[in-house]
T-cell receptor
Framework: NAGVMQNPRHLVRRRGQEARLRCSPMKGHSHVYWYRQLPEEGLKFMVYLQKENIIDESGMPKERFSAEFPKEGPSILRIQQVVRGDSAAYFC?????????????FGDGTRLSIL | SQQGEEDPQALSIQEGENATMNCSYKTSINNLQWYRQNSGRGLVHLILIRSNEREKHSGRLRVTLDTSKKSSSLLITASRAADTASYFCATGVTGGGNKLTFGTGTQLKVEL
């Protein structure tokens, strides 16, 4: 049983470039969540998606950040024109359709470094 | 301050001792969850306690929830070196959909 798969594990970009982070949820999970973790801090919610639909993007920065979860393929978190402040670990989690209280299952994250 | 703050920030104990971590939160919640994060890895779900529950056990873990004080505690009994990790509480907030709000974490070090 494969867990949540994120790639790449590490990504280095120069300021102004684009970063694409991918997440494949656990088998049978239709809901994906993206979180960002700065050094020595907890995770901060960014966006919550199901297939072809953004449910909650209240944690997404207004500019440069976008997310999608297409009908086929992984969920993508895209950061355009990256800046140094985007350096962080980005975690994806997945769950089945939420029915009451249930845990989320996390991937090992993508560590993004901006030069 | 943030929803979900753990106390202490760091804890160092000897193997075999018990470790207690506390979490406070601010808003009404559906549930509270505890996760473990090993260095450089993702989060591993440990235990979920619903807002109408007061205590829950799982192996060497014991979680309590006091909604009147908006606080929770995680007790790890008979700690092992392998328990060394960061521990986070996360709340599922009433009306917040299924997103989680995380605390700042407690770094636990268990020494041999």
């Amino acid at each position: 049983n494969a867990g949540v798969m994120q790639n790449p594990r590490h990504l280095v970009r120069r300021r102004g470039q684009e970063a694409r982070l991918r997440c494949s949820p656990m088998k049978g999970h239709s809901h994906v969540y993206w979180y960002r973790q700065l050094p020595e801090e907890g995770l901060k919610f960014m966006v919550y998606l199901q297939k072809e639909n953004i449910i909650d993007e209240s944690g997404m920065p207004k500019e440069r950040f976008s997310a999608e979860f297409p009908k086929e393929g992984p969920s993508i978190l895209r950061i355009q024109q990256v800046v140094r402040g985007d350096s962080a670990a980005y975690f994806c989690a997945s769950s089945p359709p939420p029915q009451g209280n249930q845990p989320q299952h996390f991937g090992d994250g993508t560590r993004l470094s901006i030069l | 301050s943030q929803q979900g703050e753990e106390d202490p920030q760091a804890l160092s104990i000897q193997e075999g001792e018990n470790a207690t971590m506390n979490c406070s939160y601010k808003t009404s919640i559906n549930n509270l969850q505890w996760y473990r994060q090993n260095s450089g890895r993702g989060l591993v779900h440990l235990i979920l306690i619903r807002s109408n529950e007061r205590e829950k056990h799982s192996g060497r873990l014991r979680v309590t929830l006091d909604t009147s004080k908006k606080s929770s505690s995680l007790l790890i009994t008979a700690s092992r070196a392998a328990d060394t990790a960061s521990y986070f509480c996360a709340t599922g907030v009433t009306g917040g959909g299924n997103k989680l709000t995380f605390g700042t974490g407690t770094q636990l070090k268990v020494e041999l």
